[in-house]
């Protein structure tokens, strides 16, 4: 029997009930009900912040699954396994993106530092449109 489990929270997902919904609230079997509803993610968070809010349900987990995990060895376990799952793999790819856009940028800056620079032509350098480089900047 193969298992399904949330691609955002790691849960296992027994029955279709448990399924969360597109924007056409038709069933995805990716993400759980919890994490995932009318297309879009119920909460915007890190992955870290994911795992300190599953580890607050660590005692309902342990009974369920007749486990006996710590707190800290669940947060270690939660730190190994949520990076295979696809939520955070897709926000790891596009961290990586940013962060070489960013090191393109820095590099120009620091070749061109007694020029004027404009943020049109750090936008070209990092292939990122003005508005969402300024968006990013501001993060």
Known sequence: MEYIYCQSCGIL?????QYGTHADHSPTSEYCSYC????????DCTMEEMILHCVEYLDEFNEG??????????IREMRKHFPTLK???????????YHQAVNKVVDYIN??????IDLK????????????????HNL
């Open 13 to 17: 997902l027994e029955n279709s009930t």
């Open 36 to 43: 995932y509803q009318e297309g879009e993610f119920t909460e």
């Open 65 to 74: 699954s007749r486990t006996h995990f710590s707190r800290e060895e669940a």
């Open 87 to 97: 939520r955070w793999q897709q926000k790891q790819e596009t961290e990586n993106y």
């Open 111 to 116: 070749t061109h530092l007694f020029e004027a």
């Open 121 to 136: 032509k750090l936008s070209d350098i990092s292939h990122i449109s003005r508005c969402h480089f300024v968006h990013i």
